[in-house]
């Protein structure tokens, strides 16, 4: 079929007539994006988790102008998020699983921070492909990292936030790696801790570590305190560009590898090489892009953000990372599947 005349698009047989739909609801996906945002920062959900409310009580309870109240509700519930029965608004299952604040599935750390900082950061995209500037909090001075951690709200809610990010992966990489061979682990760049504990509660016999700058200590021995497991994961405070990694038999990079230039990326796989014993593992997680870089719009889109968040980060294929692995000095390296957007290379020494 010959390209359809611009001129003269209602004249076209209705079976070849081009739509711009498709265009047209990516270019609108923030608004969706934006309604869910903003339902987790007023709590809908929460609320809702206690009982189902009418649109009166909602307006009430969470502080809305009336003016808007019925659209925001019902475009909740057009987008699969509340249901609405008779007069009163519940939430689906899912949302009620993920989306209370009182429940620990809660994934809404993760919201409220996109929320709170990458809704915003986004809106300098073209300026960040532009100058190949991160549009973060760096614009105003530090590292990305340094950034986050002035500000003590500001690093309780990204550390919850990676929690929710990791969970499930967690989960996987507890079930599907072979933890049973191995006696000991450190997550490097672990945060508050949420893959570690994951780990442990899976694997009894396992003894750990979370390796992260000194304010993430805190928050981290609170975490894995809360769990029980202080007894067996502690925290271990450095830099993993200016000390050693803790030895152990497997070596965690969760989320880690994404945030730094290729040769960053070098020296971090070079020190968890160093780190472990022959046989031992690296495990890198991240939501790495299919080898054809075509399909997985997550890992690319993460990429992106890796543009605003970071100095030099970058999200990877499988074929290059397990490249890096090998000339590392590992002898073997693979991709494998986790939960949600991400894979995990595992590298044996
Ligand atoms: C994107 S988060 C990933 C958190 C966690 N591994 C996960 O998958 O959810 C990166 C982590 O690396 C830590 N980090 C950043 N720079 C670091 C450094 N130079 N040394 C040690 N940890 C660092 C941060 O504090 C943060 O906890």
């Not at 029980?228 to 070596?251: C, E, K, M, S, Y």
């Not at 605003?308 to 693979?334: K, N």
Request: glycine share 10%.
């Amino acid at each position: 079929m010959s390209s359809p005349d611009p001129h003269r698009v209602s004249a076209q047989p209705a079976a070849y007539r081009p739509s711009p739909d498709g265009i047209l609801q990516l270019g609108f996906g923030f608004m969706s994006a934006k309604v869910l945002l903003s339902a987790v920062e007023l709590g809908v959900f929460t609320k809702l988790a206690r009982s189902p409310m009418d649109r009166e009580e909602l307006v009430q309870q969470l502080g809305l102008h009336p003016r808007s109240a019925r659209d925001f509700l019902d475009a909740l519930v057009a987008l699969g998020m509340l249901e609405r029965q008779g007069a009163a608004y519940r939430n689906t299952s899912e949302a009620d699983f993920f989306l209370d604040r009182a429940k620990p599935s809660y994934v809404g750390g993760l919201i409220e921070m996109i929320n709170a900082r990458l809704y915003g950061f986004w809106g300098s995209l073209t300026e960040a492909l532009r100058t190949g500037k991160p549009q973060n909090e760096t614009k105003t001075g530090g590292g990305a990292f340094q950034a986050l951690y002035r500000d003590p709200q500001r690093l309780r809610s990204f550390l919850q936030a990676m929690t929710c990010l990791s969970i499930n992966s967690a989960n996987d990489m507890a079930a599907q790696f072979p933890w049973q061979n191995f006696q000991t682990f450190a997550d490097a760049g672990g945060a508050q801790g949420g893959v570690a504990v994951q780990i442990a509660l899976a694997h009894p016999h396992l003894r750990g570590c979370v390796f992260d700058l000194a304010p993430v200590k805190p928050l981290c021995e609170e975490h894995i305190a809360s769990f029980g497991l202080a007894g067996r994961l502690r925290f271990v405070t450095g830099n993993f560009f200016h000390d050693p990694l803790p030895q152990a038999d497997v070596i965690i990079l969760g989320h880690v590898l994404h945030d730094w230039n290729l040769e960053e990326k070098r020296r971090l796989i070079s020190k968890a090489y160093e780190a472990l014993p022959a046989g031992g593992a690296l495990l890198a997680v991240d939501a790495i892009i299919d080898d054809e870089r075509r399909f997985h719009v997550p890992g690319l889109l993460i990429s992106l953000n890796m543009l605003i968040e970071t100095a030099g980060g970058f999200d990877y294929t499988g074929a290059d990372g397990c490249a890096w692995m090998r000339e590392a000095g590992f002898r073997e390296a693979r991709v494998e599947r986790l939960a949600g957007p991400d894979s995990m290379i595992v590298a044996i020494k």
